[in-house]
């Protein structure tokens, strides 16, 4: 069976734990992450059969943000990831490899990404908290949890360390941009870049609006 009649499989599956609830991780954030990868793939020579299923089963076990369970949210997931290709009869010889890249995507579990694969894998998801999209993720994150938008005293974290407990432009300054300084791939260094800027691009308007 081809990678591609694979597809359908993974994306029932993931179908089962996307939750409408939360836009930051619904099935289209697993349908972006699977498309990423699979242009950062063909770019970066990587394999396609380790780096489709992970993208699509990154986040099997999906753990809310604010868990303090949260940084074991990609070994879980790879756990279960595993148990779902047995149970599909998935070629064994990719298990290996394909937990790997779902146990190192993950930024909270800072574990580093041994493959090209694993690497795709991980840029592929950073990329998604980036740019126009990262901006609408950071914010329907930030409503579901109850957060201000950002501090009136210092919106732009000028004088004080960013709180993203708080204040939801803060994320941006806490790990948004210092995720972009953590991709991998050339591809997705160059995309990174991108996307930063459109984030910066909108902080300064930002900025024009609430700072008069």
């Not at 999906?62 to 595993?82: F, G, M, W, Y």
């Not at 407990?165 to 972009?180: C, G, M, N, R």
């Not at 991998?184 to 995309?191: D, F, N, S």
């Amino acid at each position: 069976m081809k990678i591609e009649d694979w597809g359908a499989k993974f994306e029932s599956k993931i179908s089962e734990v996307a939750s409408s609830d939360d836009p930051a991780h619904d099935l289209l954030h697993f349908k972006r992450v699977v498309g990423l990868a699979k242009f950062l793939c063909k770019r970066e020579f990587g394999n396609a059969q380790v780096v489709v299923p992970a993208a699509w089963l990154h986040d099997l076990v999906i753990v809310p943000k604010d868990s303090p369970l949260r940084n074991q949210a990609s070994r879980l997931s790879a756990e279960k990831a595993v148990e779902f290709l047995k149970s599909i009869d998935y070629p064994a010889k990719f298990y290996d490899e394909i937990a790997h890249a779902v146990v190192a995507h993950s930024f909270s579990a800072n574990i580093d990404a041994k493959t090209i694969e694993a690497r795709i894998v991980q840029d592929a998801h950073r990329l998604d908290g980036l740019g126009a999209i990262g901006i609408a993720r950071c914010f329907a994150t930030a409503g579901l949890l109850g957060r201000a938008f950002y501090s009136y005293d210092d919106p732009f974290c000028e004088v004080r360390s960013p709180d993203d407990s708080q204040f939801t432009v803060d994320h941006f300054f806490k790990k948004l941009f210092k995720t972009a300084e953590t991709l991998k791939t050339k591809t997705g260094i160059e995309e990174g870049r991108r996307r930063v800027d459109v984030m910066k691009s909108y902080l300064s308007s930002l900025r024009s609006e609430v700072s008069r």
